[in-house]
């Protein structure tokens, strides 16, 4: 009997130890779920319109209307690209790339069979920027060359014109996309891209030859060669030059997710 009691009460214990150990481990649960949120929560609720999350209130209405046309636009192409605008007050001590890539994964950014979404990311307490690129982008909008967009609106941005910074490096970004995918131009070729190749000036290059043809004939006098024998010359040097020059392209950020991307401090 004794021993079928002490049984009973070993049994009791056990029970109460295991409530113990789910209760200890739901508070754990709870815990950490409010510490440490999911990589893919959303960081920033969007808005309505999905396209334009302003949390700061510094963009117009223009520029989001604009935003929400062409991104309407948009979706009734096949491929069904879009482009979000997300501007918040502080990035809480996170890093901007963090930050942005768990964004765009809680928003779903873009066409999943073309994984074709961007999301421009701007922090104003922070003062940094980001554009994080979905891959079915990556070619088109290469690290190197979303820098080279932020770049070309840093001005606006250092002076707090959001709206004017947002919708030009928007617009940037639509070109690229209407590029990759042959759409017709949305803005009937009002809007240049800053890689587009620049025109030279007829008469700058007509003046251009004419100095060379006097360089040309000077050296020819100077050293008393023939014509073709200094033309040789001249190809060589030239030449001996091109092997020895060297490029360097613009590095954006980094990408953490998706194609890549760009941060930059303003």
Not at 151 to 159: I, P, Q
Not at 221 to 238: E, M, N, Q, V
Request: proline share 2%.
């Amino acid at each position: 009997m004794q021993k079928l009691m002490n049984k009973h009460f070993c049994f009791k214990e056990w029970i109460k130890g295991l409530k113990r150990y789910w209760v200890g481990l739901f508070v754990i649960g709870v815990l950490a779920s409010i510490c440490f949120p999911l990589q893919g929560q959303a960081v920033v609720q969007p808005s309505d319109s999905f396209y334009v999350t302003d949390q700061g209130h510094v963009l117009n209405n223009q520029t989001k209307d604009h935003i929400l046309t062409v991104n309407q636009a948009f979706e009734k192409t096949k491929e069904k690209p879009q482009i979000a605008v997300v501007v918040v007050n502080s990035l809480e001590g996170e890093m901007i790339e963090n930050y942005t890539v768990k964004q765009f994964e809680a928003m779903e950014i873009g066409n999943k069979a073309y994984d074709n979404g961007v999301l421009i990311l701007l922090a104003l307490q922070d003062r940094e920027i980001r554009i994080e690129v979905g891959y079915g982008l990556e070619g088109i909008l290469p690290d190197g060359k979303v820098g080279r967009i932020i770049d070309a609106s840093m001005g606006d941005l250092a002076s707090g014109d959001y709206s004017q910074a947002m919708t030009n490096i928007f617009n940037q970004l639509v070109l690229a996309i209407q590029e990759e995918y042959g759409y017709q131009d949305i803005f009937d070729g009002q809007v240049t891209a800053i890689d587009a190749p620049t025109l030279v000036n007829p008469l700058f290059m007509a003046g251009g030859a004419l100095v060379i043809l006097i360089v040309y004939v000077f050296i020819c006098r100077i050293l008393g060669i023939s014509s073709i024998d200094t033309l040789f010359l001249l190809l060589h040097l030239f030449s001996g030059f091109s092997s020895g020059s060297s490029s360097s392209s613009s590095r954006g950020g980094g990408g953490r997710s998706g194609g890549g991307g760009a941060s930059r401090n303003f």
